[in-house]
């Protein structure tokens, strides 16, 4: 691989310019076929499942002994002592508590059966799209580390995220838009901030780009208040004349000609990206269903929805964040829980739905999960018993793209407490979230200081064909 | 079932009666499994020999020896749920099953297992307990580290008791859960030793407790001879300067070296650059702003034949040559003024010494050995740092300096975020600062496994980790919070106590305010006690507390509370005495392992410190520790020592071609931080070694180099590129132009500033601060002088300024040896409707009017001298002197509406003015350089 030949192409963000110049410079250059730095869609490795991915993430890890993963045998020991292990897996020994069963019911739910917490009835609805996967587990139980684990591959903040790493791989198919975007939540940034889509060593332009869902989509997409709107015009009129007038006198510039156009993408991003997100073009039937006339449901149904605007107009990658820790459930679960729930619940059932109704589901990935699950004991008094972190042993879900419905895969303990049976590592996940995009986790890499660096590294990683339809 | 620890293993020794597998297990599973785990078996699972049960199915291993509650045959036995149907296993079947389980199988695996050796015993109560129980600290009188001190043991008694496990405390403790304390490890951010490792140490006291074994060189020949024959292992030998053709065409022996190999290719230099063109190019290269007019002046009136070195020396004794050069130091070290974790991201109180070091030892061109000889080991050059609080510039700058190994994210503030996973990690990100940016390795795949393509073994890889090791000991480790020493220079002392003294008075004497408030009430608490509890005020009025005074008295509590609130205010006001910022070996060291895979508990052989096999060559020095005083192992200065050699095969010829690539757009060598067979090859290995050799023969000064490349006719060539040339040297590396670039985030950022008169020119000192807005954009705000320089703006990891973000600026993971430039839209919309390049466009505008007045000529003139260095043609005065009268034209109504009592016409012309100088600052040759 030819390093420096990417490198030269590598700073032509927008591609149109490179494609020129290839040709320019003759055949040869296509020989190596590095893979250049730019947006243009790029064919994956193999016939992909899904183009797309719509991420729920799930800040603060949502509890699955609360809501995927039924235990009865903690129904049995409830009240009892749990081991030297389990309560030294609690952050402080003080809080440490009996096992504690879940006060919410599980059902068996659609054809499939698959069990649902009381929790979650929304869902519980779409039981028959969905594929489980009980057995997944992490490498720590604080936050910030976990979130990287789940978004980079280490615990540390070093590595690109996995929105970064697919936009690398396949680009997108809109070059108005950015092919990685991410919708936080107005409140505020999830822990870690913007290192959660952050590209780290992969070229900026795979960073994922936060769309404020409030206001202008991008920070100064807008130009400045105090400015005439004429006059706006009239200086961008002097700027394309300045930038022409340079350009002439300086042919076969590729970065100087990409900076050039990214003024004008910059243009067209303006009325693009207003227009995408623009949940007002909805039907009212739509809204509805997304909860968006429900205060409780409006946020994060606005997300939902934008997402699938985003997907449906070629955005590659999409990832959704909930205010601050909503599953971040400490204390007082018979509430907490129930309260998260509720503010996600239904948009993301209508997400699902909505998504399958319009056929996007065969071609859209739909994750759903959080960096962590939690501990089958109690944490602090009873009277508001919550659970603490538990990275040993949790539930995400997948749906759509290429997989099968209706299944579950693997299983925890008897207490739920540690992954026990076809156990799914962190980067088992990203393979097979990658395979189902078309790509093979060894092959999508990046050569860096002469290592191929990779989402997966150096671990052994396998896809979850189980699950695979 | 509940799950509970493991049962520990209670026998060693096989006995007659324990069940074996062929007479009582296999019996069992042949009735009652093997219908279906047998020849094809369910679930991949194959009960028929013990050695593939052992093997397990797909669910993984199904027997965990030593462990009924680990080995899921049990869990399915014992709940019924195999086998399927009505016959089940017996409660006799099953005690053999467990029985078999408990003992014959751990028995077994103790009599068939390899002797435990002392050195992975004392890995595990490295990493266990010697937290308390070692250098730092020994609770209970114990210390675990040596073989004499734990047969010592402490206030308990003997730790250790050969050939006796159940006797010997630091097992017994281990094993019966009390140690370590769960809660105190916690806090401590100690985990529990697993049941292999009590397993292991139980097996090595049982066997007499081996006492350590000498450390013994590998056996095997990971690196060959013909491995350190590469290039770039052997010292450069200096190239005889070629002959070329176009003799009048070489300035300095850099041309006659690139001409040699264009002309083989029968090519030449492209033309050379227009004056001023070269001369913004040269001032952003060396300085990172833009010429003032005054300077562009000067140089055009200069017309001596040396003008250009004139200016190139100028430019290189401005103390903002260490400013730009500074900042690309930075990229390598990995500077940052956050520690990168958590929703805080808790900023590096002083972290900007090690930068003002880096600026002001480039500004004094210090020898480019001593340079990185103070950063790696500037605490073991003298201890006299050790018995002051005290100091000069130079003693804290040699401190300061070892901020080059503090860069990485350290998340260990936290106790949760402090365990030995992550330590690790940190030491490891520190072994990536200094082999990318100072010895041209890549090692960090050595870290997992032997390199695959370059002859670096993992044992190298710790030999090299445990360099710094010795300062950053993972088991007895000091957080970032611990690393900071109370030492200041005189002035910077003074100026804390000038600050404080007064508010300390004012504190004092809010205190004697409090204290005779409290004594007034006292007499009233007393005159007034009635009940029995109150009989003491009567006599010992003292011993009243303020809580009993302000709950008897509203008057008094909200009197006394607002003198507290006013004496806290004040405090708050006070500075915090300033320290220093350092990396120091711990006083005691641990002893280093290869870690397998990586893994930070899973414990390969013991190694030394020591430098890569492969750079050990017959034409240096070998790296030799000598201790220079007590508390320091002279690991780092040894290893500073070994790499400043004048022969070193890597030092000089990875801090040239560092210069290289800076000055011309790609390395020599284009892999800059990669020498070794994975990289690239030099495109012109003859001039690398040239360089490096010069730059050894002058005095490793890095001024010499910079001067020597810049005035290099190479270096004069102008960007301009046809098809042809293209064609031939597509990616230049034969330099047979200058590479036409934009600038680089901080270039921009400064260029700004200069442009627009808004430089704040202050150097050094704690970071200007950052403003995150409510729009979550981050920016800076003016002082009262305007923007200081990038360099000096607060760069936190997770909250980086916005615009420097946009234009590539690194997150610094841990370091950044060669930027990436991207042209992107969300660039165009921070320069177009960013807050700041408009305020700034303003403040042009004003400047501009003072200058050149009202003439629009003049005005457009000024302003194109201001930002392209260059004066307008007449149609491009034309087009701006048009273009700001249909600005002007727009204004008027709109100024109509605000209150301004300024007149409108003048505010016109200005905001008009304004607005072309916003379009100028966007332009592309505003922000690429020729």
Not at chain 2, 86 to 101: C, H
Not at chain 2, 135 to 149: F, I, N, P, W
Not at chain 2, 437 to 459: E, F, L, W
Not at chain 2, 548 to 577: G, H, M, V
């Given at each position: 691989?030819?390093?420096?030949?990417?490198?030269?192409?590598?700073?032509?963000?927008?591609?149109?310019?490179?494609?020129?110049?290839?040709?320019?410079?003759?055949?040869?250059?296509?020989?190596?076929?590095?893979?250049?730095?730019?947006?243009?869609?790029?064919?994956?490795?193999?016939?992909?499942?899904?183009?797309?991915?719509?991420?729920?993430?799930?800040?603060?890890?949502?509890?699955?002994?609360?809501?995927?993963?039924?235990?009865?045998?903690?129904?049995?020991?409830?009240?009892?002592?749990?081991?030297?292990?389990?309560?030294?897996?609690?952050?402080?020994?003080?809080?440490?508590?009996?096992?504690?069963?879940?006060?919410?019911?599980?059902?068996?739910?659609?054809?499939?059966?698959?069990?649902?917490?009381?929790?979650?009835?929304?869902?519980?609805?779409?039981?028959?799209?969905?594929?489980?996967?009980?057995?997944?587990?992490?490498?720590?139980?604080?936050?910030?580390?976990?979130?990287?684990?789940?978004?980079?591959?280490?615990?540390?903040?070093?590595?690109?995220?996995?929105?970064?790493?697919?936009?690398?791989?396949?680009?997108?198919?809109?070059?108005?838009?950015?092919?990685?975007?991410?919708?936080?939540?107005?409140?505020?940034?999830?822990?870690?901030?913007?290192?959660?889509?952050?590209?780290?060593?992969?070229?900026?332009?795979?960073?994922?780009?936060?769309?404020?869902?409030?206001?202008?989509?991008?920070?100064?997409?807008?130009?400045?208040?105090?400015?005439?709107?004429?006059?706006?015009?009239?200086?961008?009129?002097?700027?394309?004349?300045?930038?022409?007038?340079?350009?002439?006198?300086?042919?076969?510039?590729?970065?100087?000609?990409?900076?050039?156009?990214?003024?004008?993408?910059?243009?067209?991003?303006?009325?693009?990206?207003?227009?995408?997100?623009d949940v007002n073009q909805e039907t009212e039937a739509t809204r509805e269903a997304y909860g968006l006339n429900d205060p409780v449901t409006a946020s994060y149904g606005k997300r939902c929805l934008m997402a699938r605007r985003l997907i449906e107009r070629g955005v590659r990658f999409v990832q959704l964040y909930i205010e601050s820790q909503i599953w971040d459930t400490h204390g007082n679960l018979s509430t907490d829980l129930p309260a998260a729930c509720a503010k996600t619940d239904k948009p993301v059932a209508a997400l699902v739905k909505d998504l399958k109704q319009r056929g996007l589901l065969d071609s859209t990935l739909v994750v759903w999960g959080g960096e962590f699950g939690r501990l089958p004991i109690s944490q602090g008094a009873m009277k508001t018993a919550g659970r603490d972190h538990g990275p040993n042993g949790f539930t995400v879900w997948m749906a759509?793209?290429?997989?099968?419905?209706?299944?579950?895969?693997?299983?925890?303990?008897?207490?739920?407490?540690?992954?026990?049976?076809?156990?799914?590592?962190?980067?088992?996940?990203?393979?097979?979230?990658?395979?189902?995009?078309?790509?093979?986790?060894?092959?999508?890499?990046?050569?860096?200081?002469?290592?191929?660096?990779?989402?997966?590294?150096?671990?052994?990683?396998?896809?979850?064909?189980?699950?695979?339809? | 079932?509940?799950?509970?620890?493991?049962?520990?293993?209670?026998?060693?020794?096989?006995?007659?009666?324990?069940?074996?597998?062929?007479?009582?297990?296999?019996?069992?599973?042949?009735?009652?499994?093997?219908?279906?785990?047998?020849?094809?078996?369910?679930?991949?699972?194959?009960?028929?020999?013990?050695?593939?049960?052992?093997?397990?199915?797909?669910?993984?291993?199904?027997?965990?020896?030593?462990?009924?509650?680990?080995?899921?045959?049990?869990?399915?036995?014992?709940?019924?749920?195999?086998?399927?149907?009505?016959?089940?296993?017996?409660?006799?079947?099953?005690?053999?099953?467990?029985?078999?389980?408990?003992?014959?199988?751990?028995?077994?695996?103790?009599?068939?297992?390899?002797?435990?050796?002392?050195?992975?015993?004392?890995?595990?109560?490295?990493?266990?307990?010697?937290?308390?129980?070692?250098?730092?600290?020994?609770?209970?009188?114990?210390?675990?580290?040596?073989?004499?001190?734990?047969?010592?043991?402490?206030?308990?008694?003997?730790?250790?008791?050969?050939?006796?496990?159940?006797?010997?405390?630091?097992?017994?403790?281990?094993?019966?859960?009390?140690?370590?304390?769960?809660?105190?490890?916690?806090?401590?951010?100690?985990?529990?030793?697993?049941?292999?490792?009590?397993?292991?140490?139980k097996a090595w006291i049982a066997a007499g407790a081996p006492g350590p074994e000498p450390l013994r060189p590998p056996t095997e020949a990971v690196v060959k001879d013909t491995d350190r024959n590469f290039w770039s292992f052997q010292p450069p030998v200096r190239p005889a300067v070629p002959a070329v053709k176009n003799a009048a065409l070489i300035r300095n022996p850099i041309d006659a070296f690139l001409l040699r190999k264009l002309e083989e290719k029968g090519l030449k230099y492209s033309p050379r650059s227009e004056k001023l063109a070269l001369m913004r190019r040269v001032y952003l290269d060396l300085t990172g702003m833009i010429p003032s007019n005054a300077e562009i002046d000067a140089y055009l009136k200069d017309t001596s034949a040396n003008a250009y070195e004139k200016l190139v020396d100028r430019l290189l004794a401005s103390r903002h040559y260490g400013e730009?050069?500074?900042?690309?130091?930075?990229?390598?070290?990995?500077?940052?003024?956050?520690?990168?974790?958590?929703?805080?991201?808790?900023?590096?109180?002083?972290?900007?010494?090690?930068?003002?070091?880096?600026?002001?030892?480039?500004?004094?061109?210090?020898?480019?050995?001593?340079?990185?000889?103070?950063?790696?080991?500037?605490?073991?050059?003298?201890?006299?740092?050790?018995?002051?609080?005290?100091?000069?510039?130079?003693?804290?700058?040699?401190?300061?300096?070892?901020?080059?190994?503090?860069?990485?994210?350290?998340?260990?503030?936290?106790?949760?975020?402090?365990?030995?996973?992550?330590?690790?990690?940190?030491?490891?990100?520190?072994?990536?600062?200094?082999?990318?940016?100072?010895?041209?390795?890549?090692?960090?795949?050595?870290?997992?496994?032997?390199?695959?393509?370059?002859?670096?073994?993992?044992?190298?890889?710790?030999?090299?980790?445990?360099?710094?090791?010795?300062?950053?000991?993972?088991?007895?480790?000091?957080?970032?919070?611990?690393?900071?020493?109370?030492?200041?220079?005189?002035?910077?002392?003074?100026?804390?106590?000038?600050?404080?003294?007064?508010?300390?008075?004012?504190?004092?004497?809010?205190?004697?305010?409090?204290?005779?408030?409290?004594?007034?009430?006292?007499?009233?608490?007393?005159?007034?006690?009635?009940?029995?509890?109150?009989?003491?005020?009567?006599?010992?009025?003292?011993?009243?507390?303020?809580?009993?005074?302000?709950?008897?008295?509203?008057?008094?509590?909200?009197?006394?509370?607002?003198?507290?609130?006013?004496?806290?205010?004040?405090?708050?006001?006070?500075?915090?005495?300033?320290?220093?910022?350092?990396?120091?070996?711990?006083?005691?060291?641990?002893?280093?392992?290869?870690?397998?895979?990586?893994?930070?508990?899973?414990?390969?052989?013991?190694?030394?410190?020591?430098?890569?096999?492969?750079?050990?060559?017959?034409?240096?020095?070998?790296?030799?520790?000598?201790?220079?005083?007590?508390?320091?192992?002279?690991?780092?200065?040894?290893?500073?020592?070994?790499?400043?050699?004048?022969?070193?095969?890597?030092?000089?010829?990875?801090?040239?071609?560092?210069?290289?690539?800076?000055?011309?757009?790609?390395?020599?060598?284009?892999?800059?931080?990669?020498?070794?067979?994975?990289?690239?090859?030099?495109?012109?290995?003859?001039?690398?070694?040239?360089?490096?050799?010069?730059?050894?023969?002058?005095?490793?000064?890095?001024?010499?180099?910079?001067?020597?490349?810049?005035?290099?006719?190479?270096?004069?060539?102008?960007?301009?590129?046809?098809?042809?040339?293209?064609?031939?040297?597509?990616?230049?590396?034969?330099?047979?132009?200058?590479?036409?670039?934009?600038?680089?985030?901080?270039?921009?950022?400064?260029?700004?500033?200069?442009?627009?008169?808004?430089?704040?020119?202050?150097?050094?000192?704690?970071?200007?601060?950052?403003?995150?807005?409510?729009?979550?954009?981050?920016?800076?705000?003016?002082?009262?002088?305007?923007?200081?320089?990038?360099?000096?703006?607060?760069?936190?990891?997770?909250?980086?300024?916005?615009?420097?973000?946009?234009?590539?600026?690194?997150?610094?993971?841990?370091?950044?040896?060669?930027?990436?430039?991207?042209?992107?839209?969300?660039?165009?919309?921070?320069?177009?409707?960013?807050?700041?390049?408009?305020?700034?466009?303003?403040?042009?505008?004003?400047?501009?009017?003072?200058?050149?007045?009202?003439?629009?000529?003049?005005?457009?003139?000024?302003?194109?001298?201001?930002?392209?260095?260059?004066?307008?043609?007449?149609?491009?005065?034309?087009?701006?002197?048009?273009?700001?009268?249909?600005?002007?034209?727009?204004?008027?109504?709109?100024?109509?509406?605000?209150?301004?009592?300024?007149?409108?016409?003048?505010?016109?012309?200005?905001?008009?003015?304004?607005?072309?100088?916003?379009?100028?600052?966007?332009?592309?040759?505003?922000?690429?350089?020729?």
């Open positions: 691989m030819n390093n420096n030949r990417r490198e030269f192409f590598s700073r032509i963000a927008d591609g149109l310019h490179g494609t020129a110049l290839m040709s320019l410079l003759g055949s040869d250059m296509y020989a190596a076929a590095p893979p250049v730095f730019d947006l243009k869609a790029k064919a994956p490795h193999f016939a992909p499942k899904a183009k797309s991915v719509i991420h729920l993430f799930m800040n603060g890890g949502p509890s699955q002994v609360d809501l995927f993963d039924p235990k009865p045998t903690l129904k049995r020991l409830a009240g009892t002592a749990p081991s030297r292990e389990l309560s030294f897996a609690i952050s402080n020994g003080k809080d440490a508590g009996v096992l504690f069963p879940s006060p919410f019911e599980f059902k068996n739910r659609g054809k499939s059966g698959i069990e649902i917490s009381s929790a979650l009835p929304h869902l519980a609805e779409c039981a028959d799209d969905i594929a489980v996967i009980r057995s997944m587990y992490g490498e720590h139980a604080n936050h910030e580390p976990a979130l990287f684990l789940m978004h980079t591959g280490r615990t540390i903040a070093s590595r690109p995220a996995i929105g970064a790493w697919v936009a690398y791989g396949l680009g997108t198919e809109n070059q108005n838009l950015p092919a990685y975007v991410v919708l936080d939540d107005p409140k505020g940034l999830p822990i870690n901030g913007i290192s959660n889509w952050q590209s780290a060593w992969l070229p900026p332009i795979y960073q994922g780009t936060r769309f404020r869902t409030e206001g202008a989509p991008v920070l100064n997409l807008e130009s400045r208040p105090e400015i005439p709107t004429q006059l706006v015009e009239a200086e961008r009129s002097l700027l394309r004349k300045l930038d022409d007038m340079h350009r002439v006198q300086r042919p076969y510039q590729p970065e100087l000609d990409a900076r050039i156009s990214s003024y004008e993408l910059a243009a067209r991003m303006q009325l693009e990206a207003s227009s995408a997100l759509g793209g290429g997989l099968k419905r209706g299944v579950v895969h693997g299983a925890t303990d008897d207490i739920g407490f540690k992954a026990a049976e076809n156990k799914v590592s962190v980067h088992d996940f990203h393979a097979t979230i990658l395979h189902l995009l078309g790509m093979n986790h060894r092959e999508l890499f990046l050569n860096r200081n002469g290592l191929q660096e990779r989402l997966t590294d150096q671990y052994p990683a396998r896809v979850v064909s189980e699950i695979i339809a | 079932m509940r799950i509970l620890l493991a049962t520990l293993v209670s026998a060693v020794a096989l006995s007659a009666a324990d069940p074996t597998f062929v007479n009582d297990v296999q019996p069992i599973l042949q009735a009652k499994c093997v219908a279906c785990h047998g020849s094809t078996p369910q679930g991949k699972l194959d009960l028929r020999t013990q050695e593939s049960l052992l093997k397990g199915g797909n669910a993984g291993p199904v027997v965990t020896p030593g462990s009924v509650e680990k080995s899921l045959l049990m869990t399915k036995v014992v709940t019924k749920q195999m086998p399927p149907g009505n016959v089940k296993l017996s409660d006799a079947e099953i005690k053999t099953l467990r029985v078999w389980i408990e003992q014959t199988l751990p028995a077994q695996a103790a009599a068939s297992a390899p002797a435990v050796k002392e050195h992975e015993v004392n890995a595990i109560l490295q990493a266990r307990c010697v937290r308390c129980h070692g250098g730092l600290e020994q609770r209970a009188g114990l210390d675990l580290r040596t073989m004499a001190s734990r047969l010592k043991g402490g206030k308990s008694g003997p730790a250790l008791v050969p050939g006796k496990p159940e006797e010997s405390l630091l097992y017994k403790r281990m094993a019966n859960g009390t140690m370590p304390p769960d809660k105190m490890a916690k806090d401590l951010a100690v985990e529990l030793p697993t049941d292999p490792e009590m397993d292991k140490v730009r050069w500074g900042q690309h130091w930075l990229d390598l070290a990995g500077y940052s003024d956050s520690e990168g974790f958590g929703q805080d991201d808790g900023v590096r109180p002083f972290a900007w010494r090690y930068r003002d070091y880096v600026i002001r030892s480039l500004n004094a061109d210090k020898p480019y050995t001593q340079f990185i000889t103070e950063q790696i080991a500037g605490d073991e050059m003298s201890n006299s740092w050790k018995q002051t609080k005290v100091a000069d510039q130079a003693e804290i700058d040699r401190l300061a300096a070892t901020g080059f190994l503090r860069t990485t994210p350290d998340p260990t503030n936290s106790n949760e975020r402090g365990l030995i996973n992550e330590r690790m990690n940190i030491l490891a990100d520190e072994v990536e600062v200094l082999t990318s940016s100072v010895m041209g390795i890549t090692v960090g795949c050595a870290r997992c496994h032997n390199h695959k393509y370059d002859p670096i073994p993992q044992r190298d890889y710790y030999r090299l980790s445990a360099i710094l090791q010795a300062a950053y000991n993972p088991y007895e480790w000091k957080s970032p919070n611990q690393r900071e020493i109370d030492l200041a220079t005189e002035g910077e002392r003074k100026d804390v106590e000038t600050h404080n003294t007064p508010l300390e008075a004012d504190m004092a004497k809010l205190q004697t305010q409090m204290n005779k408030l409290a004594d007034e009430f006292r007499v009233k608490f007393s005159a007034e006690a009635e009940k029995p509890v109150e009989e003491f005020a009567k006599t010992e009025p003292a011993k009243i507390t303020v809580t009993q005074l302000e709950d008897k008295f509203p008057d008094f509590k909200s009197k006394y509370r607002a003198i507290q609130t006013e004496q806290q205010a004040t405090k708050n006001k006070l500075k915090r005495k300033p320290h220093v910022r350092v990396l120091t070996d711990n006083p005691e060291t641990s002893v280093a392992y290869l870690l397998r895979r990586g893994d930070p508990v899973d414990y390969g052989e013991v190694v030394d410190a020591g430098v890569p096999t492969v750079l050990a060559n017959a034409a240096i020095k070998p790296y030799e520790i000598v201790p220079p005083f007590p508390g320091a192992t002279g690991r780092r200065l040894a290893l500073a020592k070994w790499l400043t050699q004048d022969n070193h095969p890597l030092t000089a010829r990875v801090a040239v071609n560092q210069l290289w690539l800076r000055h011309f757009g790609r390395g020599i060598v284009p892999t800059v931080s990669n020498f070794g067979h994975s990289g690239q090859a030099p495109d012109n290995q003859p001039l690398l070694d040239w360089l490096a050799t010069e730059f050894v023969a002058k005095g490793w000064s890095l001024k010499t180099m910079h001067r020597l490349m810049v005035t290099s006719e190479a270096y004069r060539q102008t960007s301009q590129v046809s098809e042809a040339l293209l064609a031939a040297d597509p990616e230049n590396a034969m330099v047979s132009r200058m590479p036409l670039r934009r600038m680089d985030a901080e270039t921009l950022y400064d260029s700004l500033l200069t442009a627009t008169s808004r430089l704040d020119a202050e150097s050094f000192g704690s970071a200007t601060e950052i403003t995150v807005t409510p729009d979550k954009e981050v920016i800076v705000k003016p002082g009262k002088k305007g923007f200081r320089r990038s360099i000096y703006v607060l760069h936190r990891r997770q909250t980086p300024v916005s615009l420097l973000d946009a234009f590539d600026q690194p997150t610094m993971t841990p370091n950044c040896t060669e930027r990436r430039q991207s042209n992107v839209a969300t660039q165009a919309l921070h320069m177009m409707n960013g807050s700041m390049t408009w305020d700034l466009s303003q403040y042009m505008a004003g400047r501009v009017m003072d200058d050149a007045g009202s003439d629009r000529a003049k005005q457009v003139s000024e302003v194109y001298l201001r930002s392209f260095s260059r004066r307008p043609s007449a149609d491009e005065i034309k087009l701006g002197t048009e273009a700001i009268e249909t600005f002007r034209k727009q204004w008027p109504d709109r100024l109509a509406t605000d209150n301004d009592a300024a007149p409108r016409a003048d505010r016109a012309n200005w905001m008009a003015l304004a607005n072309y100088c916003h379009a100028i600052l966007n332009s592309a040759e505003f922000s690429f350089i020729d």
